[in-house]
Every structure is written in structure tokens, then in C-alpha cells.
């Protein structure tokens, strides 16, 4: 058979995929491949440039490299723009001169980034002012890199998707980081208005990013370099740099020059020809299918393949009848899933929806005729796999529709891995279904790292890791085996290649009590910022009082003990033991209120006062006159022990939980940990305190005799914590609740809650290491518990002396927020007060 030529103009996603496809049905025996892209690499995911700004992944970018290319017989003109087809003499011609000729032509030139028209933005018509960046290629994000080196602040105009994972990317360099997004909402293309609006909060509150919505940027003010961005009110944000994000454009014009059918982008039919020429074919961003341009990876995926069968011939009949938009994306560390519609459109439309601001979840579902036809998720996606399962293939629904959006009942995590399809897609970055991961597993591959490095599944914005998991872990044990364990999965931060037991040995033997020391000590390539925190926990862990902090480890609440707000205030939780407080502490937090101007004053679920809306200047002088310890209700630490009433007034009280409590909380109070600890105590079973879905719960049963929990959940997943043991006294409870800290605060991993760390572990092995203590392990827990509550220090003591001169300055613009309305029944008239109302 006569070989032909097949020229590919486009080595980004869509085209390199398009050509492995080819690959794939031996379309290597039959074409000559000559491939040109506009930059000088080799094929990467643009999906993980947020993680290269961020300053990691930049190893894993690559999908394929030049080698790859060479392997392949595929000729590669890396860095060379071809500028015209020639049609009618069937050549392309590069920017370099060269002139190819082609039997068969794949236009596949992607995108490019949106510029809005603005002042100030250019130099002249084709140079950007310094200090302002696009974020599509490699290029533009080692370049922000560089930039954001001896820069503060950056302002990103545009609050979707990439936009805020530019926002996100550029804070792990700590910068101050505005996004401005001209729209009233956050991803709107993925979230309706109440979700957008939770996911400001959780930008602002847990992330320090300020988020300004509904406001247009005019202009870009500058001084020879960026200096600030005028809104449309007129008012000027600050700014050392700025990241546009405002969209993506077709690259058509490489189809208009070569007079294709252009309109949004390059028309196409169901085989993915142009529809002027049947021996070009267009895919990715610039194709243009029954009116529809699609921006998404797995549409692209389904194109390259119904591409490669027609080309190759392996199926002449295939036919693109146009893609279901189903996205999971980790978005600035927040898991959102979108599909299908967002509201009800019709009127016998079903509409389900669960909201938690507080938690950062809202999950909404549209059913129509008994068949999903829409969902959004975020901050929990738990459901992900079986709705889009739904979404796609219209299977029958629960009659109970809220089971869509919670696990009340049904299979296990492992059983709805047994049950999915093997068509599901599981990454829908990298386009793997089920089907590819359980092949992989049958070829050999056993170990989830591995199944992820032969398929690419979890290479791209990587919220889909634990259905891979689930998924590789069903299938190895489905074909007798067990999962293996790679060595980087057991690393307990990405840039050091130790176990969380071997770095701590290290670090003990090396005496590195600072992050930098360990960077220089253990990281081959240097500093790694997302390490930074978890590696500052740690150390805090192994060296209590000698441990040496260093304020551009930590995360902004840590670096000021309050928690930042979304107007760029923060909020004040004194420590109240127990929750018992007196009238002299109340006095003064109203006394706090009044002085500081307050606005909202918030009874809190763990049984505390919350003072919202503190300036960050104001802070250290709120401690003072407060004159209490820190709640803790910011740092990943043991925060609080909610209590009854016990014995003094209850009716039923078995014990006093109220006193053993407020000794709990004295005793262990602040500790840092790996994530967040949450206690109760209640005074018997009727579980007034709600222990039994704690991450440390205690329960009386008479004749002070306790039972201690553990590993108890009450968020989107409940979770009944176990019993570890039954004992006797309070200074058992207490002694055995410091025991369990300490193993979980030495062997946790970063952020793993007692929920997940718990049946890790499994109850019978911590019963066994802990309460009978089979290792001989107690005696050193206790010791090094010791040593931690000895070391404490009440952080709300650095207001009388800062750490940094700037660490309570006023750094961050303030926006103005809504009054708290009264609710006290009062006879005022309707309107607001400014010191806040109980709520």
C-alpha cells in the first residue's frame, strides 16, 4: 500500500491526541505523520500549567515528549507556524520557509487568550505592557513565574475557571492576589448563582483571595510597568501584576486565509472534515460541530477518535454527533462537578438542592421524566461517578431523590466502583473510562500510581484521584491480587521522597527545626510552596517548643490566629472552655464589640461567640481587651470540646461532662495537628453533645465509667465514630484521648481527618496499639504529648509583640458588607444596627 502524507498543523492537546489515536489503528503503517506546532516542545496538558505556577507538577507536563516523536517516525517542526494551506496544491506553508506537501491535513490550532479592550494594556499592536500576561502556553506561565519573583500583588481579570486557578497559583508565591470578574458570578459557565457565591466565600475565607464581582476593569494603569487596574466605578486596585483570563478564542485564522468556512470557528461535518474539503480535517478548539465550538477535554477525546476511525478506515461509518458537557475539575483546591443543565427549565421539572455556605457544599440536581438531565456539586463530589453515569446513559433514578446527592443508604464506595460501566469516563482531563483502568490492571499494572502514569487518569486537575483509586483497587482484588504501593504515593509531601515515619526520623537525626532547613536538608529540588504548610505542621508536631517558625510558611489565618473573611476582615473566636463561660467574659466581648465597631456577633456550633468583621490592624488590641486565649476556630489543631449540661442540673446526667470537658480542652487545647480535631463529651447516651460523630467523642455510662470515640464525621458524609475503649475516671478518658492525639497527630497525613485516618488504620490495630498496647508505644506518646502541652503558648500573644512589623498592618482593601439585619423582635423600626444581633 502507498504510503501517504499526513500533515498534522497543531501539537497541542487535541492534536497530538488526534495523531495517538491514528497511532493506535495502525495508522502508522499507512501515513508518513509530519507535525508542526508554534512552540518548541514536545506535546503537554495545558490543564497543569496552573499546577506549574503553582510550583509544582511541572515533571508531569509533559504527555508527550520529543522522544516520543522519534519513536513514532513522526517528524515534529516544534516552534514553526504554518501560516497558509494551499488547497488547490495541497501544500502548507511555514513561517520558516518551509512547504509541505499533504494528502490528508489536520488543522488542529487550538485557542488563544482573550484580551479585552483596555487602556493600557499594550505597548504598541502587538506587545503586551510589562507586567501583564495572558496564561495559555508554557511560555506565558514560566514567565509569570519569573515576574511574580519580587512582586506583592496581582490582580486577575476574569473569575473563571483558569482564572482562578491563576489566582490560586500566583498566592503559593505569596502574593496578595484580586480577582476581578466583570459577571455577578464565579464560573458561570459551570455554577449558578448560589453556588458561585459559596465559592467566593471559600476563596476569601479559607484561601485570603479577594474576589470583586460585577465590577469591569477599564484600565491598566502603569508607570512603565503595571502599577494598578481601574474598575468601571472608577476606583483603582493596586497592583504589581495582572493575568488576563477573560475567555478563549478560536485560532481561525489559518482557516479564513486558506478560505475554509469560518464562523465562530472552522465549520465541520460529523467526520470532522471541513465542509469545503474533504480531505481536511479540524479538531479541538478551532472546530466548530452543528454550531457548537467545545472547550472541554473530553469532547476533544471524542473527536480525535471518530477523526482517527474515518481517516484510517477502521470504521468508515463513524459519525461525532456532538458531546454531553460533564466536568469534574479541582478548581484553586475546591472540587466542582457540572453537567447538563443548571436550573429547572420546564415547569414539571424536579429541582433538588442542598446548600451549606459554611462548608463550602452546594449540590443541586434537575430531573426531567425521571432522568437526570442536569447537576452541580462542590466542595463534595462524592456522587460524582454515579450521577454522571446518570447523566450519561439516562438510567433509572432513586425514588428517594436526594439519594442522588447523598449516600444514605446503597452500595459502598468499592461496590458503586463494581457497579459503574466500563464505558464511564473516570478523568475527564485525560478522557479515561473505567474500561482502560481495569485493562491496565489485567495487563500487569498493580499500584494506583502506576495504572495513573500508563493511562494519564488523574494527571490533569487531579480531583479525580480517589474514584481512580477506587477503581484500581476494585479491579486488583477482583483478579486476586493486592493494590502495591509506589514510593512517591507513600511521600508525605510531594517535594521530599520520605514517608511521613522517615522524614520524622530525619528530621529528629539532622536536627532541622525550620521548614527552610528541611527544604535545604531533604528536597532534591529546592523549596516546594504547597509543602511548605503541612512541613511547618510537622515540625511543629516533632519539635513543640523548639520548632523554629517561619511566617512565609504558614497560610495567612496561621500567620495572624484569626480567620480572614471574604471583605478581607477576619473573625475572632475566644477560647470559652467547654463552652461554659461567665458574665464577666460577656461583658467584655460586648464591651469588644461596641469599641471595635463589630458587625455581626455569632453564637457558633461548637458552643463559642464568633466576632466577625475585625480589621486585621485591630486585631492585637481585640485580644487585649478581650483578655481571653485563643479558640482556635482557624488552624489545623485540636479547636474545641463541646459539652452538656452533666450532672450539676441534668436529669439524666451519668457524669460530669461538662468539668471533664473543660479539662479536655485546657489540657490539649491548640495543638497542632494534621488537620482539624473536634471533640464533645456528653454526660450519657442520649448524645446531647453529639460525641458519637466526632473526631474524639466521650460518652458516660455511670459509676464514672466513659466511652471514647473515635473517628466520628457529621459533614456531607456521617460517620458514627468507633469505640476504641470503655474506662474508668476522667483522668483515664483524658489520659487515653491524649494517647490517641499523639498517634494520630505522628502518623496522619497532611489534612486526613480522624474519619478517614481511623479506618485506615482499622479500630482493631489502634485497639491494639493504644489500649493494650502491644508495641510498647504508649508510654512515648504520653511522653511526647507532654512535651507539646508544656510547649504551648497562647498565639494571641504576639499582638504585644509582633513577629513582623507588617504582620497586623492593614494590607488588605476592605469592601463594604451588608448591615445585620435586627432579629431581636424589638420594636425598632425595620433596618439595621451595627453592632451586630445573636444568631
Same mark, same amino acid.
Given at each position: 500500500?502507498?504510503?501517504?502524507?499526513?500533515?498534522?498543523?497543531?501539537?497541542?492537546?487535541?492534536?497530538?491526541?488526534?495523531?495517538?489515536?491514528?497511532?493506535?489503528?495502525?495508522?502508522?503503517?499507512?501515513?508518513?505523520?509530519?507535525?508542526?506546532?508554534?512552540?518548541?516542545?514536545?506535546?503537554?496538558?495545558?490543564?497543569?500549567?496552573?499546577?506549574?505556577?503553582?510550583?509544582?507538577?511541572?515533571?508531569?507536563?509533559?504527555?508527550?515528549?520529543?522522544?516520543?516523536? $522519534?519513536?513514532?517516525?513522526?517528524?515534529?517542526?516544534?516552534?514553526?507556524?504554518?501560516?497558509?494551506?494551499?488547497?488547490?496544491?495541497?501544500?502548507?506553508?511555514?513561517?520558516?520557509?518551509?512547504?509541505?506537501?499533504?494528502?490528508?491535513?489536520?488543522?488542529?490550532?487550538?485557542?488563544?487568550?482573550?484580551?479585552?479592550?483596555?487602556?493600557?494594556?499594550?505597548?504598541?499592536?502587538?506587545?503586551?505592557?510589562?507586567?501583564?500576561?495572558?496564561?495559555?502556553?508554557?511560555?506565558?506561565?514560566?514567565?509569570?513565574?519569573?515576574?511574580?519573583?519580587?512582586?506583592?500583588?496581582?490582580?486577575?481579570?476574569?473569575?473563571?475557571?483558569?482564572?482562578?486557578?491563576?489566582?490560586?497559583?500566583?498566592?503559593?508565591?505569596? !502574593?496578595?492576589?484580586?480577582?476581578?470578574?466583570?459577571?455577578?458570578?464565579?464560573?458561570?459557565?459551570?455554577?449558578?448563582?448560589?453556588?458561585?457565591?459559596?465559592?467566593?466565600?471559600?476563596?476569601?475565607?479559607?484561601?485570603?483571595?479577594?474576589?470583586?464581582?460585577?465590577?469591569?476593569? *477599564?484600565?491598566?494603569?502603569?508607570?512603565?510597568?503595571?502599577?494598578?487596574?481601574?474598575?468601571?466605578?472608577? %476606583?483603582?486596585?493596586?497592583?504589581?501584576?495582572?493575568?488576563?483570563?477573560?475567555?478563549?478564542?478560536?485560532?481561525?485564522?489559518?482557516?479564513?486565509?486558506?478560505?475554509?468556512?469560518?464562523?465562530?470557528?472552522?465549520?465541520?461535518?460529523?467526520?470532522?472534515?471541513?465542509?469545503?474539503?474533504?480531505?481536511?480535517?479540524?479538531?479541538?478548539?478551532?472546530?466548530?460541530?452543528?454550531?457548537?465550538?467545545?472547550?472541554?477535554?473530553?469532547?476533544?477525546?471524542?473527536?480525535?477518535?471518530?477523526?482517527?476511525?474515518?481517516?484510517?478506515?477502521?470504521?468508515?461509518?463513524?459519525?461525532?454527533?456532538?458531546?454531553?458537557?460533564?466536568?469534574?475539575?479541582?478548581?484553586?483546591?475546591?472540587?466542582?462537578?457540572?453537567?447538563?443543565?443548571?436550573?429547572?427549565?420546564?415547569?414539571?421539572?424536579?429541582?433538588?438542592?442542598?446548600?451549606?455556605?459554611?462548608?463550602?457544599?452546594?449540590?443541586?440536581?434537575? +430531573?426531567?421524566?425521571?432522568?437526570?438531565?442536569?447537576?452541580?456539586?462542590?466542595?463534595?463530589?462524592?456522587?460524582?461517578?454515579?450521577? %454522571?453515569?446518570?447523566?450519561?446513559?439516562?438510567?433509572?433514578?432513586?425514588?428517594?431523590?436526594?439519594?442522588?446527592?447523598?449516600?444514605?443508604?446503597?452500595?459502598?464506595?468499592?461496590?458503586?466502583?463494581?457497579?459503574?460501566?466500563?464505558? +464511564?469516563?473516570?478523568?475527564?482531563?485525560?478522557?479515561?473510562?473505567?474500561?482502560?483502568?481495569?485493562?491496565?490492571?489485567?495487563?500487569?499494572?498493580?499500584?494506583?500510581?502506576?495504572?495513573?502514569?500508563?493511562?494519564?487518569?488523574?494527571? =490533569?486537575?487531579?480531583?479525580?484521584?480517589?474514584?481512580?483509586?477506587?477503581?484500581?483497587?476494585?479491579?486488583?482484588?477482583?483478579?486476586?491480587?493486592?493494590?502495591? +504501593?509506589?514510593?512517591?504515593?507513600?511521600?508525605?509531601?510531594?517535594?521530599?521522597? !520520605?514517608?511521613?515515619?522517615?522524614?520524622?526520623?530525619?528530621?529528629?537525626?539532622?536536627?532541622?527545626?525550620?521548614?527552610?532547613?528541611?527544604?535545604?536538608?531533604?528536597?532534591?529540588?529546592?523549596?516546594?510552596?504547597?509543602?511548605?504548610?503541612?512541613?511547618?505542621?510537622?515540625?511543629?508536631?516533632?519539635?513543640?517548643?523548639?520548632?523554629?517558625?517561619?511566617?512565609?510558611?504558614?497560610?495567612?489565618?496561621?500567620?495572624?490566629?484569626?480567620?480572614? $473573611?471574604?471583605?478581607?476582615?477576619?473573625?475572632?473566636?475566644?477560647?470559652?472552655?467547654?463552652?461554659? %463561660?461567665?458574665?464577666?467574659?460577656?461583658?467584655?466581648?460586648?464591651?469588644?464589640?461596641?469599641?471595635?465597631?463589630?458587625?455581626?456577633?455569632?453564637?457558633?456550633?461548637?458552643?463559642?461567640?464568633?466576632?466577625?468583621?475585625?480589621?486585621?490592624?485591630? !486585631?492585637?488590641?481585640?485580644?487585649?481587651?478581650?483578655?481571653?486565649?485563643?479558640?482556635?476556630?482557624?488552624?489545623?489543631?485540636?479547636? *474545641?470540646?463541646?459539652?452538656?449540661?452533666?450532672?450539676?442540673?441534668?436529669?439524666?446526667?451519668?457524669?460530669?461532662?461538662?468539668?471533664?470537658?473543660?479539662?479536655?480542652?485546657?489540657?490539649?487545647?491548640?495543638?497542632?495537628?494534621?488537620?482539624?480535631?473536634?471533640?464533645?463529651?456528653?454526660?450519657?447516651?442520649?448524645?446531647?453533645?453529639?460525641?458519637?460523630?466526632?473526631?474524639?467523642?466521650?460518652?458516660?455510662?455511670?459509676?464514672?465509667?466513659?466511652?471514647?470515640?473515635?473517628?466520628?464525621?457529621?459533614?456531607?458524609?456521617?460517620?458514627?465514630?468507633?469505640?476504641?475503649?470503655?474506662?474508668?475516671?476522667?483522668?483515664?478518658?483524658?489520659?487515653?484521648?491524649?494517647?490517641?492525639?499523639?498517634?494520630?497527630?505522628?502518623?496522619?497525613?497532611? /489534612?486526613?481527618?480522624?474519619?478517614?485516618?481511623?479506618?485506615?488504620?482499622? /479500630?482493631?490495630?489502634?485497639?491494639? /496499639?493504644?489500649?493494650?498496647?502491644?508495641? =510498647?508505644?504508649?508510654?512515648?506518646?504520653?511522653?511526647?504529648? $507532654? *512535651?507539646?502541652?508544656?510547649?504551648?503558648?497562647?498565639?494571641? *500573644?504576639?499582638?504585644?509583640?509582633?513577629?513582623?512589623?507588617?504582620?497586623?498592618?492593614?494590607?488588605?482593601?476592605?469592601?463594604?458588607?451588608?448591615?445585620?439585619? +435586627?432579629?431581636?423582635?424589638?420594636?425598632?423600626?425595620?433596618?439595621?444596627?451595627?453592632?451586630?444581633?445573636?444568631?
Amino acid at each position: 500500500m502507498k504510503m501517504l502524507d499526513l500533515v498534522v498543523i497543531g501539537n497541542g492537546m487535541a492534536g497530538a491526541r488526534a495523531v495517538e489515536e491514528i497511532l493506535a489503528r495502525a495508522g502508522g503503517d499507512r501515513f508518513r505523520i509530519t507535525m508542526f506546532g508554534d512552540e518548541p516542545y514536545g506535546n503537554y496538558n495545558r490543564i497543569m500549567l496552573s499546577h506549574v505556577l503553582a510550583g509544582e507538577g511541572a515533571d508531569e507536563i509533559y504527555l508527550n515528549p520529543l522522544q516520543w516523536y $522519534q519513536d513514532n517516525d513522526i517528524t515534529l517542526h516544534a516552534g514553526v507556524r504554518v501560516v497558509r494551506v494551499d488547497r488547490f496544491a495541497r501544500k502548507v506553508l511555514a513561517d520558516d520557509g518551509t512547504v509541505l506537501a499533504y494528502d490528508k491535513l489536520i488543522i488542529a490550532t487550538g485557542s488563544r487568550t482573550f484580551f479585552p479592550p483596555m487602556d493600557g494594556m499594550w505597548v504598541d499592536d502587538r506587545t503586551l505592557t510589562p507586567g501583564v500576561f495572558g496564561f495559555r502556553t508554557m511560555d506565558d506561565t514560566t514567565a509569570m513565574v519569573d515576574y511574580a519573583r519580587d512582586r506583592h500583588s496581582a490582580v486577575v481579570i476574569g473569575g473563571g475557571l483558569l482564572g482562578l486557578e491563576a489566582a490560586y497559583g500566583l498566592q503559593q508565591h505569596g !502574593l496578595d492576589v484580586h480577582v476581578v470578574q466583570g459577571g455577578p458570578i464565579l464560573m458561570n459557565q459551570q455554577l449558578d448563582e448560589e453556588a458561585g457565591a459559596i465559592l467566593r466565600r471559600v476563596l476569601e475565607r479559607k484561601l485570603g483571595i479577594t474576589v470583586h464581582t460585577g465590577r469591569r476593569p *477599564t484600565a491598566i494603569r502603569s508607570t512603565g510597568s503595571v502599577a494598578g487596574v481601574v474598575l468601571g466605578d472608577g %476606583t483603582t486596585i493596586d497592583t504589581d501584576m495582572v493575568v488576563v483570563t477573560a475567555g478563549i478564542r478560536p485560532n481561525i485564522g489559518l482557516g479564513v486565509v486558506s478560505g475554509l468556512t469560518v464562523e465562530r470557528a472552522i465549520v465541520v461535518d460529523d467526520q470532522m472534515r471541513s465542509v469545503d474539503d474533504g480531505d481536511i480535517y479540524v479538531v479541538g478548539e478551532c472546530a466548530q460541530h452543528r454550531g457548537q465550538v467545545y472547550g472541554l477535554v473530553a469532547p476533544l477525546w471524542e473527536q480525535a477518535a471518530v477523526l482517527a476511525d474515518h481517516l484510517t478506515g477502521a470504521d468508515p461509518q463513524a459519525a461525532y454527533h456532538g458531546s454531553r458537557n460533564a466536568t469534574k475539575l479541582k478548581v484553586a483546591g475546591v472540587d466542582v462537578a457540572s453537567m447538563g443543565i443548571m436550573r429547572p427549565e420546564h415547569d414539571d421539572d424536579e429541582f433538588v438542592r442542598f446548600s451549606e455556605p459554611t462548608r463550602g457544599v452546594y449540590k443541586s440536581v434537575v +430531573v426531567r421524566a425521571g432522568r437526570l438531565v442536569g447537576a452541580t456539586l462542590l466542595g463534595d463530589v462524592e456522587k460524582v461517578a454515579f450521577l %454522571t453515569q446518570s447523566f450519561d446513559r439516562g438510567l433509572p433514578l432513586p425514588a428517594e431523590r436526594v439519594e442522588l446527592l447523598f449516600s444514605l443508604a446503597g452500595p459502598t464506595e468499592a461496590e458503586g466502583a463494581a457497579e459503574m460501566d466500563d464505558t +464511564v469516563v473516570a478523568c475527564n482531563c485525560n478522557g479515561v473510562s473505567k474500561g482502560a483502568l481495569t485493562a491496565c490492571v489485567a495487563g500487569g499494572t498493580t499500584s494506583v500510581s502506576g495504572v495513573m502514569a500508563a493511562t494519564r487518569a488523574g494527571k =490533569g486537575c487531579g480531583s479525580c484521584k480517589p474514584l481512580v483509586a477506587q477503581i484500581v483497587e476494585w479491579a486488583v482484588k477482583q483478579g486476586g491480587g493486592e493494590v502495591s +504501593v509506589a514510593e512517591s504515593e507513600a511521600w508525605y509531601v510531594p517535594s521530599i521522597p !520520605l514517608g511521613k515515619p522517615a522524614l520524622i526520623e530525619a528530621i529528629r537525626a539532622q536536627g532541622l527545626r525550620s521548614v527552610s532547613q528541611v527544604f535545604s536538608a531533604l528536597a532534591p529540588d529546592g523549596e516546594h510552596a504547597p509543602s511548605k504548610m503541612p512541613l511547618a505542621s510537622l515540625l511543629k508536631v516533632v519539635w513543640a517548643g523548639e520548632f523554629v517558625e517561619e511566617k512565609d510558611a504558614r497560610f495567612i489565618n496561621d500567620r495572624v490566629h484569626a480567620n480572614i $473573611q471574604r471583605d478581607g476582615t477576619f473573625s475572632v473566636v475566644p477560647r470559652m472552655a467547654g463552652g461554659v %463561660t461567665t458574665s464577666d467574659e460577656l461583658r467584655r466581648i460586648a464591651d469588644v464589640a461596641d469599641k471595635f465597631a463589630i458587625p455581626l456577633i455569632k453564637v457558633t456550633g461548637g458552643q463559642r461567640i464568633d466576632l466577625l468583621g475585625v480589621r486585621k490592624e485591630d !486585631l492585637p488590641a481585640v485580644w487585649a481587651d478581650l483578655g481571653m486565649p485563643s479558640g482556635y476556630a482557624y488552624g489545623k489543631s485540636m479547636r *474545641t470540646v463541646k459539652t452538656c449540661v452533666g450532672t450539676d442540673f441534668c436529669r439524666f446526667g451519668l457524669g460530669d461532662s461538662t468539668q471533664l470537658g473543660i479539662e479536655i480542652e485546657e489540657r490539649f487545647s491548640g495543638l497542632e495537628s494534621p488537620a482539624k480535631m473536634k471533640l464533645a463529651v456528653s454526660g450519657c447516651p442520649r448524645n446531647c453533645a453529639e460525641s458519637l460523630v466526632k473526631d474524639i467523642g466521650i460518652v458516660a455510662v455511670g459509676e464514672d465509667r466513659w466511652e471514647v470515640y473515635v473517628g466520628g464525621a457529621a459533614g456531607a458524609s456521617v460517620r458514627k465514630g468507633d469505640l476504641l475503649a470503655t474506662v474508668a475516671g476522667r483522668a483515664e478518658a483524658i489520659r487515653l484521648t491524649g494517647v490517641f492525639m499523639q498517634y494520630y497527630r505522628e502518623n496522619a497525613t497532611w /489534612l486526613e481527618r480522624t474519619y478517614d485516618f481511623v479506618p485506615r488504620v482499622g /479500630l482493631d490495630e489502634l485497639k491494639a /496499639l493504644l489500649v493494650d498496647d502491644r508495641d =510498647g508505644i504508649v508510654a512515648g506518646l504520653q511522653e511526647r504529648m $507532654q *512535651t507539646a502541652v508544656d510547649a504551648y503558648v497562647d498565639p494571641w *500573644t504576639e499582638g504585644r509583640a509582633p513577629a513582623t512589623t507588617g504582620q497586623f498592618g492593614d494590607a488588605l482593601p476592605l469592601i463594604p458588607l451588608p448591615q445585620v439585619p +435586627v432579629r431581636d423582635g424589638s420594636s425598632s423600626p425595620a433596618g439595621t444596627k451595627p453592632t451586630g444581633a445573636m444568631a
